[in-house]
């Protein structure tokens, strides 16, 4: 199974957003290693900074980049995210109940 990694690195005057690839086993999640596997092998050496938010950060100094961040995975199976906005404005021009004037 392919998973498609979207991330961000952070360069002092600008934010590149790139994609990386990582094959897994059916039904496997990236792991730590998996991370930063493909990102040495795209040419940056890190460390894990921030578990939680999938922060890296550089091991060498003189890096051009601050960090990079993983924005989210995609593994081609569909996700369900309800959208509030659209919600409310959906819920302001659809009627509910008649009201009296």
Do not use: W
Request: with cysteine; glycine share 6%; aromatic share 8%.
């Amino acid at each position: 199974m392919e998973c498609i990694v979207h991330f961000e690195v952070h360069h002092p005057n600008e934010i590149k957003e790139l994609r990386g690839l990582i094959f897994l086993k059916e039904g496997q999640v990236p792991s730590e290693r998996d991370f930063l596997t493909m990102f040495e092998e795209m040419g940056y050496k890190l460390r894990l900074e921030d578990r939680d938010n999938l922060v890296f950060k550089p091991v060498e100094a003189g890096a051009n980049y601050s960090k990079i961040r993983i924005r989210r995975l995609d593994t081609g199976v569909k996700s369900y995210k309800e959208d509030t906005e659209l919600r409310s404005l959906l819920g302001n021009f659809l009627q509910g109940e008649s009201r009296p004037i």
